[in-house]
Structures are given as C-alpha cells and as structure tokens.
C-alpha cells in the first residue's frame, strides 16, 4: 500500500525557517513533489524532484528559498524553507509519481501526481 506520511510543519515568524519531510513507502516512485494549499485558494506548485539524478523545479515564488531534496536511504523527500514569508502559509501536501512519462517542467500539474499525503500546516506570522 503507497503511503506518503508528511512532517515539520508549524508555526514560525516571518523570516525564520522550517524543515518539511516526506516519508514514502508502499512502491518506488520517479517524481515527487510539493503543493501547498493557502486558505480560500486552489492547490499551487511549490517544487518538485526527479528520484532518479536529482533534477530540481521551483516555482518562482519560493526560488532562491526553497531547497527540495531526497534521501535514497530512507526514501524521504524534504523540503528545507527558508526566509519564510506570510504569504507561505498554507497546508503543504506531498505527492508522488511513480512513472515519468512528461518531461519534467510538466510536474508542476497536480493532475499528474497519483499519491498523495495527508498535508502538513505551515503558518508564518508577520
């Protein structure tokens, strides 16, 4: 059975940092990603990896203050948040894939993923 199992969130101050971690199970997968879910807004990218060579997709937003990574070990995929903003709130939800059949860039489509986590609250006071 696949399981993504999220971690980390919290409650933060404006440029302070979080760590979230994604702990899959169940089957291997290719691309796993990030999306975060603001109140009263649709699901957004947020970043995404390649399982296999570690390529790396950010959306504008979070460029230069995210880092995505992955853990082949212990098949876990954090996302390490720096330099938080208020606008970074929201329920971050880890996904996975486990084909790669698009070009990378494509992944930043929801519908693309086929697993999903229960979501982890990040909220970032001003």
């Known amino acids: 059975q696949v399981q993504l199992v999220e971690s980390g969130g919290g409650l933060v101050q404006a440029g302070g940092s979080l760590r979230l971690s994604c702990a899959a199970s169940g089957r291997t997968f290719s691309v796993m990603g990030w999306f975060r879910q603001a109140p009263g807004r649709e699901r957004d990218f947020v970043a995404t990896?390649?399982?296999?060579?570690?390529?790396?997709d950010y959306a504008d937003s979070v460029k230069g203050r995210f880092t995505i990574s992955r853990d082949n070990a212990k098949n876990t995929v954090d996302l390490q948040m720096n330099s938080l903003k208020p606008e970074d709130t929201g329920v971050y939800f880890c996904?996975?894939?486990?084909?790669?059949?698009?070009?990378?860039?494509?992944?930043?489509?929801?519908?693309?993923?086929?697993?999903w986590g229960q979501g982890t609250q990040v909220t970032v006071s001003s």
């Open positions: 990896i390649k399982w296999s060579g570690g390529s790396t």
């Open positions: 996904a996975a894939r486990s084909a790669s059949t698009f070009g990378f860039a494509n992944y930043r489509r929801q519908s693309l993923f086929n697993s």
